[in-house]
């Protein structure tokens, strides 16, 4: 038994829900932009040093990169002046083949490149054409021909041994 009649309990009218219920989304969408804030500028800063260490990873591939290039180039020019300066020690045979008479035969020939010498022991028809051979050694400014030894040989034929300094330009490229 009640004394006062209490009134019954109303459910609350719809424009009252929908007040609570537009205040409470706002409510969560405040609390999310700052949620989602904070997250922009952690996720910027992430960004921002993982930047930085593949900027550091990609300066120092770059370096190494370039630290074997250098290396690449540097044995390059060290062939370069290798290449320059090799002799071709081949080259002296037929350039004296050109400065040889049909009538002059070459036995023996022994080279020494180091000094650019060459002794060259051969024979001769005769005398006449060992001294067409000498003259046209020594009108080539490449070569100083000396005779070092001359004796008369069977037959009538000349043995000498010439003695025979060439200019090194003759054997380089």
């Given at each position: 038994m009640e004394i006062i009649p209490k009134p019954k309990r109303k459910l609350p009218?719809?424009?009252?829900?929908?007040?609570?219920?537009?205040?409470?989304?706002?409510?969560?969408?405040?609390?999310?932009?700052?949620?989602?804030?904070y997250q922009e500028k952690t996720k910027k800063k992430e960004i921002s040093q993982i930047e930085e260490k593949i900027s550091v990873l990609e300066a120092s591939e770059i370096k190494n990169?370039?630290?074997?290039?250098?290396?690449y180039q540097e044995k390059i020019s060290?062939?370069?002046?290798?290449?320059?300066e090799h002799?071709?020690?081949?080259?002296?045979?037929?350039y004296l083949e050109q400065k040889t008479l049909?009538?002059?035969?070459?036995?023996?020939?022994?080279?020494?490149?180091?000094?650019?010498?060459?002794?060259?022991?051969?024979?001769?028809?005769?005398?006449?054409?060992?001294?067409?051979?000498?003259?046209?050694?020594?009108?080539d400014p490449s070569l100083k021909a000396q005779l070092k030894e001359i004796?008369?040989?069977?037959?009538?034929?000349?043995n000498f041994v010439l003695g025979i300094s060439f200019n090194p330009q003759l054997i380089k490229r």
């Amino acid at each position: 038994m009640e004394i006062i009649p209490k009134p019954k309990r109303k459910l609350p009218s719809l424009e009252t829900f929908l007040l609570y219920f537009s205040i409470l989304i706002f409510i969560c969408t405040v609390f999310a932009s700052f949620y989602l804030f904070y997250q922009e500028k952690t996720k910027k800063k992430e960004i921002s040093q993982i930047e930085e260490k593949i900027s550091v990873l990609e300066a120092s591939e770059i370096k190494n990169a370039e630290n074997e290039v250098l290396k690449y180039q540097e044995k390059i020019s060290h062939f370069s002046d290798l290449i320059k300066e090799h002799l071709f020690y081949s080259k002296i045979f037929p350039y004296l083949e050109q400065k040889t008479l049909k009538k002059i035969y070459f036995s023996r020939m022994d080279l020494d490149f180091e000094n650019s010498t060459i002794l060259l022991s051969g024979q001769s028809s005769n005398f006449s054409v060992l001294a067409q051979q000498l003259e046209i050694l020594k009108e080539d400014p490449s070569l100083k021909a000396q005779l070092k030894e001359i004796n008369l040989g069977k037959e009538g034929k000349v043995n000498f041994v010439l003695g025979i300094s060439f200019n090194p330009q003759l054997i380089k490229r």
